[in-house]
């Protein structure tokens, strides 16, 4: 039976296989992903080397075929605290923070949207570990592609559903020495907080309605008001605006 040994040089993976009779041909695979096929030509020795080691706790597999047919199998598990793309917290359900990092240095991080346009994103500084990204949730149930590239150029590629709510809508308008406001969000509102120049913000609890509308008195002042309306799920929304 062909003899089969396993290396590692940081999160480089080596598979040598030997066998006097001749090895026919070697599989090996990570975890349940794509086989590679290589020919033996009858070699004795046979050095497989530069396989890249993915991020995180992995196992490879190796069947070596001589040319009497006869099959080894052999696998490994390789532990590598090397590139990794988390999403640690959704901050709330319209907006999500995406972590790119690996040990040795990170080079960028590429990320879409569904079928939207791609974006690239920078460390922070030459050599930086981690790339931090905030960025929107689109409304409904949403797929997430992000590629992470180290300083090596080893590449780590994630695929994420995430389901973002909309923010809610707020309009407002100033007739007659009144400010006219209406609210709606789709999940529910929960609160509208108001503030007019420097006064003491008013809040209103709304409850879960999907519609509210409110007047307010506002004089013949010049007014900043400033509105922000929360719905249920947590998700703010905030506007300004002014009669001067």
Not at 53 to 82: C, F, H, Q, W
Not at 118 to 131: F, L, N, Q, S
Not at 162 to 187: A, C, Q
Request: no cysteine.
């Amino acid at each position: 039976m062909p003899e089969i040994e396993f290396a590692k040089d940081g999160n480089i993976a080596t598979i040598s296989i030997k066998h006097e009779k001749g090895i026919s041909r070697v599989k090996y695979y990570w975890n349940d992903g794509e086989e590679k096929i290589l020919k033996g030509e009858a070699k004795k020795e046979m050095l497989i080397n530069n396989i890249n080691i993915p991020a995180g706790i992995n196992t490879l597999y190796v069947e070596a075929t001589n040319e009497n047919g006869r099959t080894a199998k052999m696998n490994y598990e390789y532990s590598y605290d090397g590139i990794a793309i988390d999403f640690p917290s959704v901050i709330n359900s319209s907006e999500l923070k995406i972590v790119a990092s690996d040990v040795t240095g990170m080079s960028y991080m590429k990320y879409r949207w569904n079928n939207e346009e791609e974006m690239t994103v920078y460390p922070d500084e030459e050599g930086a570990i981690k790339i931090e990204h905030q960025t929107e949730i689109p409304s409904g149930l949403n797929t997430l592609y992000v590629t992470a590239v180290n300083k090596s150029n080893i590449t780590l590629t994630k695929k994420q559903e995430i389901k973002g709510n909309k923010k809610p809508e707020i309009e407002f308008y100033i007739m007659n020495s009144e400010l006219h406001v209406t609210v709606r969000d789709e999940e529910g509102i929960d609160k509208i907080v108001q503030q007019i120049n420097t006064e003491e913000p008013k809040t209103y609890e709304v409850g879960g309605e999907k519609e509210y509308s409110y007047t307010y008195n506002i004089g013949e002042e010049r007014i900043l008001v400033t509105i922000t309306a929360t719905d249920i799920e947590g998700v703010e929304k905030t506007i300004k605006g002014k009669n001067y």
